[in-house]
């Protein structure tokens, strides 16, 4: 990829992404509309995957078919809000490596705390996408790159749903190699933290926590 940042408007991510965002929206629908949604970033965010060619045969003759290149890559999802992403893609790309990264953002300092990281073998390797769906301050995120390069990767996309214009200038200053992929750029974030207009707090809303 080229882009730093990709906001993928087609209607279909457009109209789910509204639903999300209103406040009456229940925990269950929040949930199934972020699976959605994640399938379709998905898309946008594997359309340039290397690809090769395997000879196969159909019921009628041989033929030379395309299929992706590479070791198998990695999913990464940043707990624990990513899960929501996760899964979709997951769906998708049912047979990537899959990783956690345990933070959570400190309410006062809008720092991420770190709390669990496992990821899989030869990350040097791999594609390796990160998905969140709030790219807020960035601060998260750009920890995330840090601990996931000093892993070894080399090879980053960062996924996510809304983005606030701060943290795709804090990714950009921090990790000018990432490409982001996101639904929507907000217009800013509030005294909070948070992305406004936004959604509020993806995790609680996935997870009828608050
Ligand atoms: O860009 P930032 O300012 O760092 O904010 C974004 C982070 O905040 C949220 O996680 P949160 O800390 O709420 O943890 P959770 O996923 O457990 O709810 C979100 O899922 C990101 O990880
Ligand atoms: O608006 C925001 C900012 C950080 N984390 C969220 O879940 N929402
Ligand atoms: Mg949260």
Request: glycine residues 6%; aromatic residues 4%.
């Amino acid at each position: 990829m080229t882009e730093h940042l990709t906001v993928v408007d087609h209607p279909l991510v457009q109209h789910k992404l509204t639903i999300m965002r209103q406040r009456d929206t229940s925990t269950a629908s929040f949930r199934q509309l972020l699976r959605e949604i994640s399938q379709l970033l998905a898309y946008e965010i594997t359309r340039e995957l290397p690809m090769t060619r395997r000879t196969i045969e159909t019921p009628l003759m041989e033929m030379e078919a395309p299929v992706l290149a590479g070791k198998k890559l990695a999913l990464i999802s940043i707990l624990r809000a990513g899960n929501g992403l996760l899964d979709g893609v997951l769906e998708l790309i049912p047979s990537a490596r899959v990783g956690f990264i345990g933070l959570y953002r400190d309410k006062t300092t809008l720092q991420p705390v770190q709390y669990y990281f496992k990821v899989p073998d030869s990350l040097e390797d791999r594609l390796v996408i990160a998905v969140d769906p709030m790219l807020a301050t960035g601060n998260s995120s750009a920890a995330a790159v840090d601990l996931l390069k000093q892993a070894g990767a080399t090879n980053i996309r960062f996924l996510c749903l809304l983005a606030a214009p701060e943290g795709v200038a804090r990714m950009r200053e921090a990790h000018p190699d990432v490409p982001i992929v996101t639904a929507a750029l907000d217009a800013r974030l509030n005294e909070k933290g948070y992305i406004v207009p936004g959604l509020g707090d993806a995790g609680d809303r996935m997870f009828g926590t608050k």
